[in-house]
């Protein structure tokens, strides 16, 4: 093991204290640095996402706050365009819904649907005519490949096929190394959370842990891979360096 003498700590330590604010604690100076090495961490494996996207023919870029998302988003979406999302914590996160709303835009609204039947008719709105769904992913491979999985799938034929553009907003917290790896983050991640977020009689909901059920409210009915976009310019991710989503 690789051991550096006591001057070294001290040197580091001198230095610290010089380039960041006063703090209270050694504690949380120790916790400034670990934040600033994890971001530094994640804007380097950001490039590389970057570069893996665009070989499979998607578009991308990185933010480093969510008002940059925020920017980068309403950059890419023309004025007038008719937008539609399905179900996504991480766009609300960046406050993408409210700045549509309120921007010239068309908007289908669903959050405003007064039924279930009203809200299914508006997601066959967005599949039959839309230029942007706005959405997330559960999770995303560090070589480019974006992985859900849904219970109605509304979400995922969105994805694959309807609006002429999909965009992501997709937080460096569903990064992972493998699309093997994206598949169990959507599973036992993201899948039991939203299970306990609609109060589904779901043994994950219970437990936190996928159990590959077939329980009736079961979220897992369909799994989706996208490995590769077909359509130039269909596709846009936005990676955020902050914690978006399930």
Partial sequence: MLRFPRIFYLFHFAYTICIYPPFD????????????????????????????????????????????????????????SRIGWGGSVSIDAIGLKD????GDYQVIDR???????????????????????????????????????????????AMCYGPRHVLYIV???????????????????????NAMRFDLKTPCSKTGCCYDCKSPDTVCCQILFTRYNHVPGRVKVILVEDSLGY
């Fill in 25 to 80: 604690s050694h504690k949380e100076v120790i916790e400034v640095i670990m934040e600033d090495m994890i971001t530094k961490r994640n804007q380097l494996r950001a490039q590389q996402l970057i570069q893996a996207l665009k070989q499979r023919n998607m578009d991308a870029s990185y933010a480093a706050t969510r008002k940059e998302a925020l920017e980068q988003a309403l950059a890419w979406i023309p004025q007038g």
């Fill in 99 to 102: 700045a549509v709303r309120q």
């Fill in 111 to 157: 959050d405003t649907a007064a039924t279930p039947e009203e809200k299914d008719a508006m997601m066959h709105e967005i599949l039959a005519d839309c230029d942007y769904f706005l959405t997330s992913t559960n999770a995303l491979s560090q070589d480019g490949v974006l992985v859900n999985i849904d219970g109605t799938a509304n979400r995922l034929a």
């Fill in 171 to 193: 937080g460096m917290n569903k990064v992972v190394a493998t699309a093997e790896d994206a598949l169990h983050r959507a599973r036992n991640e993201a899948a039991p959370t």
